[in-house]
């Protein structure tokens, strides 16, 4: 088995780096999507978070009001660490669980947002980045989210630098152009990957 950690900061072009790795064969664990499951209703990891936060944090169907919590949690270094030591662990547990259960030749991408931040670079064979320039992903988040410049480059404060992440990096994808250049990128990657998995 092959496993990859994939992180890039946001509107770097990661999500489509990991779409077209599933399509080629990888196995995909998105750690946003782990992170949504291990707070769903009747969980643990609800529980924890309304216990942390109160039930201001819960909507009226019981479920995990995120504009509350993410109002909370945003703009208090404080608080999103509290969140974190509650979420992030139980989200290596789920994707430790569906490691354990791939293919021992498989290639598992595993795609975390805040690996560098989260300390998780020493775990994977090959640790690969999704880098563009800043003003690239602040246009980005203004022209397809619809965020103002102040939110978009709080958003990227909030994250680690773009050194941080390329320093860590066995492999940067630079996603400065076409969505086209960066997917002949993946598709050149993916051929390494192969290779690499098959000699292991």
Do not use: C, Y
Request: hydrophobic letters at 50%; charged letters at 25%; zero cysteines.
């Amino acid at each position: 088995m092959l496993r990859i950690g994939l992180t890039g900061g946001i509107a770097s072009g990661k999500s489509l780096v990991a779409t077209r790795l599933a399509e080629h064969g990888a196995v995909l664990i998105d750690s946003d999507v782990l992170a949504r499951q291990v707070v769903e209703p009747g969980t643990p990891g609800l529980a924890a978070v309304r216990a942390a936060f109160g039930e201001g944090v819960i909507a009226t169907d019981g479920s995990l009001d995120r504009a509350a919590l993410g109002a909370l949690v945003f703009a208090e270094p404080a608080q999103r660490a509290r969140l974190n030591g509650i979420v992030h662990p139980l989200v290596r547990e789920a994707a430790a669980q569906l490691v354990a259960t791939s293919s021992p030749e498989a290639v598992v991408v595993q795609d975390i947002p805040l690996l560098v931040e989260t300390g998780q670079q020493g775990d994977f064979d090959v640790i690969v980045v999704v880098d563009a320039p800043d003003e690239v992903r602040i246009a980005r988040m203004m022209e397809h989210r619809g965020m103002a410049r102040e939110d978009a480059l709080a958003r990227i404060a909030a994250q680690a630098s773009r050194e941080d992440r390329n320093a860590v990096a066995h492999v940067v994808l630079v996603n400065d152009g076409s969505r086209e250049a960066l997917l002949e990128q993946v598709d050149a990657l993916w051929a390494k990957l192969r290779s690499k998995a098959a000699a292991e």
